[in-house]
């Protein structure tokens, strides 16, 4: 079975490589997204990706992803610590997600420490850098796989 996997990028992930490369490593947005395709397809899992700086459209990517996506990698960025909205979405569209972060939010800022999501996800990868996403794929996958067959 092919599994489809939706990764969602939230807000200032599109300026990777170049923002704070000591926290968050030099590889863009781009490069992480076109390892993890490689990845993917080694393993017979498509990938699909969807990267946006405002909170509405993440909400709306996560809504549109029912029916197309069997799990979603989510990086959230900010939003981990504070959307609600992005909570109740999750929540709401009955889709495995794993939370995944690239540095170890639990090693920097108090403010940094509490997500909000991470109740309503399959459960969290942080600290790995781009590997990050890697182990969230294989995380999901297995989990998509151990699942009761429908029927």
Known sequence: ?????????????NLLGEREPEVYGAATLNEIITDLTAYGAE????????????????????????????????????FSHYSIALRDAIAAIGIPVVETHL??????????????????????????????YRLAVD??????EARPAEG
Request: glycine share 12%; aromatic share 6%.
């Open 43 to 78: 393993r017979g899992v498509a990938i699909a990706h969807f990267q946006s700086n405002v909170e509405g459209e993440l909400v709306d990517a996560l809504h549109r992803a029912r029916g197309s996506a069997d799990g979603i990698v989510f990086n959230p960025g900010a």
């Open 1 to 13: 079975m092919t599994w489809k996997l939706l990764v969602v990028n939230g807000p200032n992930l």
């Open 139 to 144: 995380a999901l996958v297995g989990c998509l």
């Open 103 to 132: 540095s170890n939010v639990h090693a920097r800022e108090d403010f940094r420490r509490t997500s909000v999501l991470a109740p309503v996800c399959l459960g969290v990868i942080a600290g790995f850098g781009a590997a990050s």
